[in-house]
């Protein structure tokens, strides 16, 4: 049997020795499509970076497709897109280039792209929307294709798990479009997508599950569209960034963690 992309056992994530995910439950099966909500600093992203490696598993089991935590040996399975993180315009890089990195994750480092990985990284790069940019430098790009370029170079190495953090946060409307689009796409084909995001709202249509973290802890894990009403959830009054965590539902039919509290 194959094992699931995703297995937390009364996992705790944190920082140093301060745990700030706790006693997490969950299984994601291969080919899911699932979104993490939660308020501002309820630990989606430590949740994420544990899972990736990036943040210390300080109890219990984290299995990612079938291995301890960091102990992967082909990284490029897992693709990986930062949160708040634009290509820096420090180093005049293509978008080929920026993308060709992605591809060289699934290869190895010190090998060559091939021209199999070179139409790859072209593919890859016209899946985001961008194909007539393949030569322009990524500082040229807006925010928003700038996000996209780093969503198609963890696309270029053909990822069977992808997990973003807030893809779409500060993301024009074309660009967000043309990420629920490829998303939508790679998940028909397949590959297992963890989103951490406050606003499920523009990947409704992609994501299906959800799980809301709230004080480090899962407090829902059903429907996304049983999360709240916008899938995601409501905005507080005058406080644009702040998101009241999706309500949560006791008859969900699909709970696959204990909901400790
Ligand atoms: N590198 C770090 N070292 C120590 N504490 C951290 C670190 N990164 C995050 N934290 C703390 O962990 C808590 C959860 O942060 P996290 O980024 O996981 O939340 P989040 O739900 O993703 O929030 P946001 O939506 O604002 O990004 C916060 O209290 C934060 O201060």
Redesign the pocket.
Known sequence: MTAPALQLRDASI???D?A?VRGVDLTVDHGEAVAVL??????????A?GVLGL?TVLGGDVQVLGAPVGRLRERGRIGYVP?RHTVSGAVPATVREVVGVGRLARLGLFRRLRAADRSAVADAVAAVGLGDRLGDPVASLSGGQQRRVLVARALAAEPELLIMD?PTAGVDAASQEALAAVLARVSAAGTTLVV?T?EAGPLSGVLTRAIA?DHGRISYDGPLAGAAPDGGGHHHPGDPDRLEPPRYRQDQPRVTTDRRR
């Open positions: 944190g920082y140093g301060v700030i939660g308020s501002n600093g309820s630990g989606k992203t430590t949740l970076r943040a949160q807030e951490v406050h973290v």
